[in-house]
Protein backbone atom coordinates (compact mmCIF):
# COMPACT_ATOMS: atom_id res chain seq x y z
CA UNK A 1 0.00 0.00 0.00
CA UNK A 2 2.70 2.26 0.56
CA UNK A 3 3.68 3.49 -3.04
CA UNK A 4 5.24 7.14 -3.47
CA UNK A 5 2.49 8.98 -5.22
CA UNK A 6 -0.30 2.24 -4.60
CA UNK A 7 0.30 -0.03 -3.07
CA UNK A 8 -2.66 0.11 -2.01
CA UNK A 9 -2.43 -1.05 -4.33
CA UNK A 10 -4.74 0.75 -6.12
CA UNK A 11 -3.59 1.76 -9.62
CA UNK A 12 -5.88 1.73 -13.07
CA UNK A 13 -2.91 0.66 -15.54
CA UNK A 14 -4.15 2.37 -18.28
CA UNK A 15 -2.17 0.40 -20.86
CA UNK A 16 -2.99 -3.05 -19.79
CA UNK A 17 -6.38 -2.61 -20.81
CA UNK A 18 -5.13 -3.00 -24.11
CA UNK A 19 -3.80 -6.18 -23.96
CA UNK A 20 -6.91 -7.36 -22.08
CA UNK A 21 -9.16 -6.25 -26.02
CA UNK A 22 -6.66 -8.13 -28.03
CA UNK A 23 -6.68 -11.56 -26.35
CA UNK A 24 -10.71 -11.43 -25.86
CA UNK A 25 -10.90 -10.05 -29.62
CA UNK A 26 -8.86 -13.73 -29.71
CA UNK A 27 -11.19 -15.41 -27.88
CA UNK A 28 -14.43 -14.36 -29.50
CA UNK A 29 -13.30 -15.24 -33.13
CA UNK A 30 -12.62 -18.38 -32.19
CA UNK A 31 -16.04 -18.96 -29.79
CA UNK A 32 -18.41 -17.98 -32.90
CA UNK A 33 -21.61 -19.37 -32.90
CA UNK A 34 -20.95 -20.27 -29.16
CA UNK A 35 -20.87 -16.36 -28.20
CA UNK A 36 -24.62 -17.24 -28.69
CA UNK A 37 -25.07 -19.45 -25.13
CA UNK A 38 -26.54 -18.94 -22.48
CA UNK A 39 -24.23 -17.77 -20.02
CA UNK A 40 -24.92 -20.17 -17.24
CA UNK A 41 -23.88 -22.53 -19.94
CA UNK A 42 -20.96 -20.89 -20.62
CA UNK A 43 -20.66 -20.90 -16.89
CA UNK A 44 -20.36 -25.04 -16.46
CA UNK A 45 -23.46 -24.27 -14.04
CA UNK A 46 -26.11 -26.55 -16.04
CA UNK A 47 -25.96 -30.76 -15.15
CA UNK A 48 -23.24 -31.59 -13.02
CA UNK A 49 -21.55 -28.36 -12.67
CA UNK A 50 -19.07 -28.27 -9.61
CA UNK A 51 -19.24 -26.04 -7.47
CA UNK A 52 -16.51 -23.86 -6.72
CA UNK A 53 -14.20 -23.82 -3.43
CA UNK A 54 -14.52 -20.35 -1.20
CA UNK A 55 -13.37 -17.13 -2.09
CA UNK A 56 -12.35 -14.36 -0.98
CA UNK A 57 -7.74 -6.82 -0.17
CA UNK A 58 -1.81 1.91 -3.33
CA UNK A 59 -0.79 4.30 -4.73
CA UNK A 60 0.37 6.36 -5.93
CA UNK A 61 1.19 9.24 -7.51
CA UNK A 62 3.84 9.89 -5.06
CA UNK A 63 2.98 6.66 -4.54
CA UNK A 64 6.15 5.73 -2.45
CA UNK A 65 8.01 2.57 -1.92
CA UNK A 66 7.44 2.23 1.75
CA UNK A 67 9.48 3.63 4.25
CA UNK A 68 12.50 2.90 3.47
CA UNK A 69 13.81 4.56 7.15
CA UNK A 70 11.39 2.56 9.21
CA UNK A 71 14.43 1.73 11.15
CA UNK A 72 16.45 4.31 11.29
CA UNK A 73 15.23 6.54 14.22
CA UNK A 74 19.00 6.77 15.08
CA UNK A 75 20.08 8.74 11.64
CA UNK A 76 21.24 12.04 11.41
CA UNK A 77 20.42 12.12 7.59
CA UNK A 78 23.67 12.75 6.85
CA UNK A 79 25.99 11.15 4.26
CA UNK A 80 25.97 8.72 1.54
CA UNK A 81 22.98 7.35 2.70
CA UNK A 82 20.82 10.29 2.69
CA UNK A 83 22.04 10.89 -1.01
CA UNK A 84 20.83 7.50 -1.46
CA UNK A 85 17.29 8.01 -0.15
CA UNK A 86 16.97 11.64 -1.43
CA UNK A 87 18.14 10.07 -5.00
CA UNK A 88 15.90 7.52 -4.87
CA UNK A 89 13.01 9.49 -3.58
CA UNK A 90 12.96 12.05 -6.00
CA UNK A 91 12.87 9.72 -8.61
CA UNK A 92 10.14 7.60 -7.37
CA UNK A 93 7.93 10.78 -6.59
CA UNK A 94 8.79 11.94 -10.75
CA UNK A 95 7.48 8.54 -12.09
CA UNK A 96 6.18 5.99 -10.13
CA UNK A 97 2.98 6.83 -10.35
CA UNK A 98 3.29 7.17 -14.09
CA UNK A 99 4.73 3.54 -14.19
CA UNK A 100 1.30 2.62 -12.34
CA UNK A 101 -1.35 3.95 -14.77
CA UNK A 102 1.28 1.89 -17.51
CA UNK A 103 0.84 -1.33 -16.19
CA UNK A 104 -1.12 -1.90 -12.95
CA UNK A 105 1.53 -0.53 -10.67
CA UNK A 106 3.65 -1.73 -13.41
CA UNK A 107 7.74 -1.87 -13.09
CA UNK A 108 8.99 1.80 -14.85
CA UNK A 109 11.00 2.22 -18.05
CA UNK A 110 12.13 5.38 -16.51
CA UNK A 111 16.18 5.12 -16.61
CA UNK A 112 16.45 7.18 -13.30
CA UNK A 113 14.06 5.39 -11.54
CA UNK A 114 16.16 2.12 -12.59
CA UNK A 115 19.36 4.13 -11.41
CA UNK A 116 18.25 5.30 -8.17
CA UNK A 117 16.94 1.76 -6.83
CA UNK A 118 20.17 0.11 -7.59
CA UNK A 119 22.10 3.09 -6.09
CA UNK A 120 19.73 2.78 -2.70
CA UNK A 121 20.04 -0.99 -2.85
CA UNK A 122 23.20 -0.19 -0.51
CA UNK A 123 20.68 1.55 1.71
CA UNK A 124 18.14 -0.78 2.02
CA UNK A 125 20.79 -3.68 2.77
CA UNK A 126 21.23 -1.26 6.00
CA UNK A 127 17.64 -2.20 6.97
CA UNK A 128 15.51 -4.45 8.55
CA UNK A 129 13.97 -5.81 5.58
CA UNK A 130 14.81 -9.26 3.59
CA UNK A 131 17.80 -8.84 1.36
CA UNK A 132 18.47 -10.49 -1.49
CA UNK A 133 21.77 -11.70 -0.44
CA UNK A 134 19.99 -13.76 2.16
CA UNK A 135 19.31 -16.72 -0.14
CA UNK A 136 22.93 -17.48 -1.00
CA UNK A 137 24.07 -16.66 2.36
CA UNK A 138 22.25 -17.99 4.64
CA UNK A 139 18.99 -19.29 3.73
CA UNK A 140 17.98 -21.17 6.94
CA UNK A 141 17.55 -17.26 8.70
CA UNK A 142 14.75 -18.03 11.05
CA UNK A 143 11.51 -16.21 10.24
CA UNK A 144 9.66 -13.19 12.06
CA UNK A 145 10.84 -10.38 13.01
CA UNK A 146 14.52 -9.39 12.11
CA UNK A 147 15.14 -6.79 14.65
CA UNK A 148 13.41 -6.64 17.95
CA UNK A 149 11.59 -3.62 19.21
CA UNK A 150 13.17 -0.91 21.01
CA UNK A 151 11.51 1.07 24.17
CA UNK A 152 9.24 3.11 23.02
CA UNK A 153 10.84 6.39 25.51
CA UNK A 154 14.10 5.41 23.24
CA UNK A 155 12.14 6.85 20.06
CA UNK A 156 13.21 10.03 19.08
CA UNK A 157 10.70 12.97 20.25
CA UNK A 158 11.04 15.73 18.13
CA UNK A 159 10.20 15.96 14.34
CA UNK A 160 12.64 15.56 11.68
CA UNK A 161 13.82 18.50 10.34
CA UNK A 162 12.26 20.53 6.93
CA UNK A 163 13.51 23.06 4.84
CA UNK A 164 13.06 26.24 6.61
CA UNK A 165 10.48 27.62 4.18
CA UNK A 166 7.78 24.36 5.32
CA UNK A 167 6.27 23.40 8.81
CA UNK A 168 4.78 20.18 9.84
CA UNK A 169 1.16 19.63 10.49
CA UNK A 170 -1.38 16.97 11.28
CA UNK A 171 -4.10 16.84 8.58
CA UNK A 172 -7.88 16.26 10.74
CA UNK A 173 -9.44 14.38 7.69
CA UNK A 174 -12.99 15.00 10.17
CA UNK A 175 -12.47 18.80 9.36
CA UNK A 176 -15.12 20.07 6.29
CA UNK A 177 -11.75 21.98 5.55
CA UNK A 178 -8.67 19.73 5.93
CA UNK A 179 -10.02 16.95 3.75
CA UNK A 180 -10.71 19.66 0.88
CA UNK A 181 -7.30 20.34 1.13
CA UNK A 182 -5.78 16.72 1.05
CA UNK A 183 -7.86 15.63 -1.91
CA UNK A 184 -7.26 18.77 -3.60
CA UNK A 185 -3.47 17.99 -3.41
CA UNK A 186 -3.73 14.52 -4.62
CA UNK A 187 -6.29 15.43 -7.45
CA UNK A 188 -3.62 17.67 -8.45
CA UNK A 189 -0.66 16.42 -7.99
CA UNK A 190 -0.85 12.44 -7.38
CA UNK A 191 -1.44 9.75 -9.97
CA UNK A 192 -1.29 10.59 -13.94
CA UNK A 193 -0.99 8.52 -16.81
CA UNK A 194 2.21 9.27 -18.86
CA UNK A 195 0.03 10.98 -21.79
CA UNK A 196 -1.44 13.43 -19.30
CA UNK A 197 -4.74 11.38 -20.44
CA UNK A 198 -5.92 10.22 -17.06
CA UNK A 199 -5.78 11.19 -13.31
CA UNK A 200 -6.90 9.56 -10.38
CA UNK A 201 -9.80 11.01 -8.10
CA UNK A 202 -10.25 9.77 -4.73
CA UNK A 203 -13.28 11.56 -3.39
CA UNK A 204 -13.42 13.36 -0.02
CA UNK A 205 -15.29 10.16 0.97
CA UNK A 206 -13.11 7.43 -0.13
CA UNK A 207 -10.16 9.22 1.32
CA UNK A 208 -12.00 9.34 4.79
CA UNK A 209 -12.89 5.89 4.72
CA UNK A 210 -9.23 4.23 3.56
CA UNK A 211 -7.60 6.97 6.70
CA UNK A 212 -10.55 6.62 9.06
CA UNK A 213 -10.12 2.68 10.35
CA UNK A 214 -11.21 1.60 13.42
CA UNK A 215 -7.95 2.53 15.58
CA UNK A 216 -6.92 4.67 13.51
CA UNK A 217 -4.70 7.92 14.71
CA UNK A 218 -4.20 11.36 12.89
CA UNK A 219 -0.89 11.38 13.73
CA UNK A 220 -0.26 9.19 11.06
CA UNK A 221 -2.24 11.43 8.66
CA UNK A 222 1.18 13.81 8.07
CA UNK A 223 1.49 16.71 6.11
CA UNK A 224 3.51 19.73 5.03
CA UNK A 225 2.63 23.28 4.93
CA UNK A 226 4.44 26.49 3.60
CA UNK A 227 4.88 28.75 6.18
CA UNK A 228 3.96 31.73 4.44
CA UNK A 229 0.72 30.66 2.53
CA UNK A 230 -0.04 27.68 4.65
CA UNK A 231 -1.22 25.67 1.66
CA UNK A 232 -0.72 21.87 2.52
CA UNK A 233 1.94 20.54 -0.02
CA UNK A 234 2.70 17.55 1.12
CA UNK A 235 0.94 14.73 2.49
CA UNK A 236 1.71 10.71 3.75
CA UNK A 237 -0.92 8.41 5.77
CA UNK A 238 -0.74 5.29 7.86
CA UNK A 239 -3.30 3.01 9.63
CA UNK A 240 -3.20 0.28 11.99
CA UNK A 241 -3.77 -3.03 10.99
CA UNK A 242 -2.74 -6.91 12.66
CA UNK A 243 -1.45 -8.90 9.98
CA UNK A 244 -1.18 -12.67 10.12
CA UNK A 245 2.30 -14.15 7.96
CA UNK A 246 1.83 -17.42 8.61
CA UNK A 247 -0.08 -18.00 11.64
CA UNK A 248 2.08 -15.14 13.94
CA UNK A 249 -0.46 -12.34 13.86
CA UNK A 250 1.50 -8.90 14.11
CA UNK A 251 0.40 -5.10 14.95
CA UNK A 252 1.48 -3.14 11.82
CA UNK A 253 0.71 -0.13 9.68
CA UNK A 254 0.04 0.05 6.17
CA UNK A 255 1.59 3.34 4.67
CA UNK A 256 -0.12 4.79 1.33
CA UNK A 257 -1.14 8.21 -0.27
CA UNK A 258 2.89 9.67 -0.05
CA UNK A 259 2.44 13.16 -2.57
CA UNK A 260 4.55 16.12 -2.69
CA UNK A 261 3.05 18.97 -4.86
CA UNK A 262 4.37 18.68 -8.72
CA UNK A 263 6.79 22.44 -8.07
CA UNK A 264 8.37 20.74 -4.70
CA UNK A 265 9.91 17.42 -5.68
CA UNK A 266 13.29 19.04 -6.22
CA UNK A 267 13.20 19.83 -2.11
CA UNK A 268 13.55 16.42 -1.23
CA UNK A 269 10.62 16.00 0.87
CA UNK A 270 10.05 12.67 0.33
CA UNK A 271 12.42 11.36 2.52
CA UNK A 272 12.07 13.09 5.10
CA UNK A 273 8.25 12.49 4.94
CA UNK A 274 9.13 8.78 5.03
CA UNK A 275 11.37 9.02 8.17
CA UNK A 276 8.56 11.35 10.08
CA UNK A 277 5.72 8.49 9.68
CA UNK A 278 8.25 6.10 10.85
CA UNK A 279 8.88 8.16 13.94
CA UNK A 280 5.21 8.01 14.64
CA UNK A 281 4.91 4.70 14.18
CA UNK A 282 7.87 3.69 16.64
CA UNK A 283 5.65 5.92 19.09
CA UNK A 284 2.81 4.00 19.33
CA UNK A 285 5.00 0.64 19.78
CA UNK A 286 4.27 -0.59 16.27
CA UNK A 287 7.64 -2.12 14.84
CA UNK A 288 6.43 -3.72 11.77
CA UNK A 289 4.64 -2.43 8.48
CA UNK A 290 3.27 -4.05 5.05
CA UNK A 291 3.56 -1.82 1.65
CA UNK A 292 3.12 -2.01 -1.74
CA UNK A 293 5.43 -1.01 -4.80
CA UNK A 294 5.66 -1.04 -8.50
CA UNK A 295 9.50 -1.58 -7.98
CA UNK A 296 11.41 -4.19 -7.10
CA UNK A 297 13.21 -3.48 -3.56
CA UNK A 298 14.55 -5.78 -1.00
CA UNK A 299 12.89 -7.78 -1.23
CA UNK A 300 9.37 -8.54 -2.53
CA UNK A 301 7.00 -10.91 -0.15
CA UNK A 302 5.07 -11.77 -3.34
CA UNK A 303 4.63 -10.40 -6.99
CA UNK A 304 1.14 -9.97 -8.52
CA UNK A 305 -0.62 -8.51 -11.42
CA UNK A 306 -3.79 -6.68 -12.16
CA UNK A 307 -6.43 -8.02 -14.85
CA UNK A 308 -8.78 -5.84 -16.05
CA UNK A 309 -12.12 -6.22 -17.39
CA UNK A 310 -13.96 -4.49 -19.71
CA UNK A 311 -18.13 -3.29 -19.02
CA UNK A 312 -17.94 -0.18 -21.40
CA UNK A 313 -16.04 -0.35 -24.10
CA UNK A 314 -17.34 2.13 -26.53
CA UNK A 315 -16.47 4.49 -23.49
CA UNK A 316 -12.76 3.08 -23.09
CA UNK A 317 -11.96 3.22 -26.54
CA UNK A 318 -13.52 6.43 -27.50
CA UNK A 319 -11.23 8.04 -24.24
CA UNK A 320 -7.83 6.50 -25.34
CA UNK A 321 -7.72 3.95 -22.39
CA UNK A 322 -8.15 0.75 -24.70
CA UNK A 323 -8.21 0.30 -28.25
CA UNK A 324 -10.38 -1.39 -30.78
CA UNK A 325 -8.62 -4.60 -31.28
CA UNK A 326 -7.12 -5.82 -34.79
CA UNK A 327 -9.82 -7.41 -36.60
CA UNK A 328 -12.93 -6.22 -34.76
CA UNK A 329 -15.48 -3.50 -34.90
CA UNK A 330 -17.24 -1.80 -32.71
CA UNK A 331 -20.29 -3.73 -32.68
CA UNK A 332 -18.41 -7.07 -31.97
CA UNK A 333 -16.15 -5.77 -29.22
CA UNK A 334 -19.15 -4.65 -27.34
CA UNK A 335 -21.01 -7.75 -28.12
CA UNK A 336 -17.98 -9.62 -26.74
CA UNK A 337 -18.21 -7.83 -23.07
CA UNK A 338 -22.01 -7.84 -23.29
CA UNK A 339 -23.43 -9.07 -19.72
CA UNK A 340 -26.79 -10.49 -18.94
CA UNK A 341 -29.47 -7.59 -17.59
CA UNK A 342 -29.78 -9.64 -13.90
CA UNK A 343 -27.48 -11.22 -11.74
CA UNK A 344 -27.25 -15.44 -12.04
CA UNK A 345 -27.92 -16.25 -7.89
CA UNK A 346 -31.07 -16.05 -6.58
CA UNK A 347 -31.46 -13.70 -3.52
CA UNK A 348 -27.72 -12.09 -3.81
CA UNK A 349 -28.66 -8.13 -2.33
CA UNK A 350 -26.64 -5.54 -0.66
CA UNK A 351 -24.96 -6.38 2.17
CA UNK A 352 -26.66 -5.13 5.17
CA UNK A 353 -25.90 -4.04 9.23
CA UNK A 354 -27.25 -7.28 10.18
CA UNK A 355 -24.99 -9.29 7.87
CA UNK A 356 -22.00 -7.73 9.91
CA UNK A 357 -21.45 -10.99 12.30
CA UNK A 358 -22.42 -13.55 10.06
CA UNK A 359 -20.25 -11.33 7.08
CA UNK A 360 -16.90 -11.53 9.63
CA UNK A 361 -17.14 -15.18 10.35
CA UNK A 362 -17.20 -16.01 6.80
CA UNK A 363 -14.36 -13.57 5.93
CA UNK A 364 -12.45 -15.13 8.73
CA UNK A 365 -12.58 -18.24 7.85
CA UNK A 366 -11.71 -17.71 4.42
CA UNK A 367 -8.78 -16.32 4.75
CA UNK A 368 -7.01 -18.47 7.20
CA UNK A 369 -6.03 -20.38 4.07
CA UNK A 370 -3.83 -17.60 2.64
CA UNK A 371 -0.38 -17.13 3.72
CA UNK A 372 -0.73 -13.56 4.52
CA UNK A 373 -3.99 -12.07 5.11
CA UNK A 374 -5.44 -9.07 7.58
CA UNK A 375 -6.94 -10.07 11.17
CA UNK A 376 -10.67 -8.38 11.01
CA UNK A 377 -12.89 -7.50 13.74
CA UNK A 378 -16.80 -7.23 13.01
CA UNK A 379 -15.78 -3.24 13.79
CA UNK A 380 -13.59 -3.59 11.06
CA UNK A 381 -15.75 -4.94 8.55
CA UNK A 382 -18.68 -3.07 9.22
CA UNK A 383 -16.06 -0.18 8.10
CA UNK A 384 -14.59 -1.84 5.20
CA UNK A 385 -18.14 -3.52 3.96
CA UNK A 386 -20.94 -1.57 4.68
CA UNK A 387 -22.30 -0.41 1.12
CA UNK A 388 -20.95 3.48 0.72
CA UNK A 389 -21.80 5.20 -2.61
CA UNK A 390 -19.21 6.08 -4.09
CA UNK A 391 -16.93 4.23 -2.17
CA UNK A 392 -17.42 0.57 -1.86
CA UNK A 393 -20.36 -2.13 -2.52
CA UNK A 394 -20.85 -5.99 -0.99
CA UNK A 395 -23.65 -8.07 -1.52
CA UNK A 396 -24.41 -11.18 -0.23
CA UNK A 397 -26.18 -14.62 -0.70
CA UNK A 398 -28.03 -15.67 2.78
CA UNK A 399 -29.96 -18.18 4.42
CA UNK A 400 -32.33 -18.55 7.20
CA UNK A 401 -30.81 -17.32 10.78
CA UNK A 402 -29.42 -14.80 9.62
CA UNK A 403 -26.21 -16.38 8.06
CA UNK A 404 -24.39 -15.76 5.36
CA UNK A 405 -23.29 -18.00 2.58
CA UNK A 406 -21.53 -15.93 0.01
CA UNK A 407 -19.98 -12.49 -0.41
CA UNK A 408 -19.11 -9.95 -3.40
CA UNK A 409 -17.45 -6.83 -2.71
CA UNK A 410 -15.84 -4.32 -4.63
CA UNK A 411 -14.48 -0.79 -3.97
CA UNK A 412 -14.61 2.65 -6.36
CA UNK A 413 -11.62 4.40 -7.71
CA UNK A 414 -12.41 6.76 -10.56
CA UNK A 415 -10.21 8.83 -12.31
CA UNK A 416 -10.45 11.99 -14.48
CA UNK A 417 -10.39 12.22 -18.24
CA UNK A 418 -7.89 15.26 -19.03
CA UNK A 419 -9.17 16.83 -22.44
CA UNK A 420 -11.84 14.96 -23.67
CA UNK A 421 -15.02 16.81 -25.10
CA UNK A 422 -17.00 14.22 -24.36
CA UNK A 423 -15.88 12.09 -20.64
CA UNK A 424 -14.82 14.10 -17.60
CA UNK A 425 -14.38 10.74 -15.51
CA UNK A 426 -13.51 6.96 -15.91
CA UNK A 427 -15.44 4.87 -13.71
CA UNK A 428 -13.54 1.58 -12.32
CA UNK A 429 -14.26 -0.90 -10.02
CA UNK A 430 -11.67 -3.17 -8.01
CA UNK A 431 -12.12 -6.60 -6.58
CA UNK A 432 -11.96 -6.70 -3.00
CA UNK A 433 -12.86 -9.32 -0.77
CA UNK A 434 -15.18 -12.28 -2.09
CA UNK A 435 -16.15 -15.88 -0.86
CA UNK A 436 -18.15 -18.50 -2.31
CA UNK A 437 -19.51 -21.37 -0.90
CA UNK A 438 -23.01 -22.06 -2.36
CA UNK A 439 -22.32 -21.20 -5.75
CA UNK A 440 -19.24 -21.22 -7.89
CA UNK A 441 -16.93 -18.28 -7.45
CA UNK A 442 -17.11 -17.50 -11.17
CA UNK A 443 -20.92 -17.35 -10.69
CA UNK A 444 -20.45 -14.84 -8.22
CA UNK A 445 -17.99 -13.26 -10.05
CA UNK A 446 -20.40 -12.81 -12.89
CA UNK A 447 -22.74 -11.32 -10.56
CA UNK A 448 -20.19 -8.88 -9.49
CA UNK A 449 -19.54 -7.31 -12.58
CA UNK A 450 -23.19 -7.56 -13.71
CA UNK A 451 -23.54 -5.20 -10.64
CA UNK A 452 -21.16 -3.02 -11.44
CA UNK A 453 -22.37 -2.19 -15.17
CA UNK A 454 -25.51 -1.70 -13.47
CA UNK A 455 -23.96 0.80 -11.35
CA UNK A 456 -22.56 2.41 -14.41
CA UNK A 457 -19.08 1.63 -13.97
CA UNK A 458 -16.66 1.44 -17.14
CA UNK A 459 -13.99 -1.72 -15.99
CA UNK A 460 -13.37 -4.09 -13.37
CA UNK A 461 -10.27 -4.35 -12.08
CA UNK A 462 -8.82 -7.55 -9.99
CA UNK A 463 -5.50 -8.88 -9.14
CA UNK A 464 -4.47 -12.75 -9.46
CA UNK A 465 -3.97 -12.79 -5.66
CA UNK A 466 -6.84 -15.30 -3.12
CA UNK A 467 -8.71 -17.46 -5.77
CA UNK A 468 -9.02 -15.00 -8.38
CA UNK A 469 -6.95 -16.83 -11.42
CA UNK A 470 -10.00 -19.30 -11.27
CA UNK A 471 -11.97 -17.04 -13.12
CA UNK A 472 -10.42 -14.22 -14.57
CA UNK A 473 -9.95 -16.02 -18.01
CA UNK A 474 -13.12 -17.37 -18.05
CA UNK A 475 -14.90 -13.96 -17.66
CA UNK A 476 -12.28 -12.34 -20.40
CA UNK A 477 -10.13 -10.15 -18.04
CA UNK A 478 -7.38 -9.45 -19.26
CA UNK A 479 -3.43 -9.59 -17.91
CA UNK A 480 -2.27 -5.65 -17.57
CA UNK A 481 1.28 -5.14 -18.45
CA UNK A 482 3.27 -4.70 -14.81
CA UNK A 483 3.37 -5.84 -11.28
CA UNK A 484 2.57 -5.17 -7.95
CA UNK A 485 5.00 -5.86 -5.31
CA UNK A 486 4.14 -6.84 -1.62
CA UNK A 487 6.78 -6.06 0.99
CA UNK A 488 7.24 -6.24 4.71
CA UNK A 489 9.51 -4.24 7.08
CA UNK A 490 11.03 -6.11 9.81
CA UNK A 491 9.68 -9.34 9.26
CA UNK A 492 11.03 -12.35 7.24
CA UNK A 493 9.85 -14.77 4.83
CA UNK A 494 11.88 -16.97 3.50
CA UNK A 495 9.87 -17.86 0.50
CA UNK A 496 8.48 -15.58 -1.71
CA UNK A 497 4.72 -16.20 -1.96
CA UNK A 498 2.68 -17.33 -4.83
CA UNK A 499 0.12 -14.31 -5.59
CA UNK A 500 -2.77 -17.32 -4.82
CA UNK A 501 -1.31 -17.52 -1.14
CA UNK A 502 -1.86 -13.57 -0.93
CA UNK A 503 -5.62 -12.71 0.75
CA UNK A 504 -4.49 -9.31 1.73
CA UNK A 505 -5.94 -6.39 -0.46
CA UNK A 506 -4.35 -2.85 0.37
CA UNK A 507 -6.36 0.04 -1.23
Known sequence: MASEGPSNEGAVPWGAARAAEEAAAGQVAQEGPAEKKKWKEKLGLKGKGKKGKASGKGTDAEAAPPPPDLAGEGSNGQGDREKDIGKLMEAMTRTLANADMRGARGVPSNKDLDAAAKAAHAFWETQPVTQFSAERSAPELPEGAIQPPQKVEDVRQEPYKLPSAYEWCTCDVNDAQEIVEVYTLLTNNYVEDDDNMFRFDYSKEFLRWALKLPGYTSQWHIGVRAKTSKKLVAFISGVPARIRVQSAVVRMAEIN???????????????????????????????????????????????????????????????????????????????????????????????????????????????????????????????????????????????????????????????????????????????????????????????????????????????????????????????????????????????ELQPRQVGLVML
Open 257 to 495: FLCVHKKLRSKRLAPVLIREITRRVHLRDTWQAVYTAGVVLPKPLATCRYWHRSLNPKKLIDVGFSRLARNMTMARTIKLYKLPEQPLSPGIRPMHPADVPAVTALVTTYLQQFAIAPVLSEEEIAHLLLPAAGVVSSYVIGGEGGRVSDLCSFYTLPSSIIGNPEHSTLKAAYSFYNVATSVPLEQLMTDALILAKQDDFDVFNALDIQHNEAFLKDLKFGPGDGFLHYYLYNWRLNK
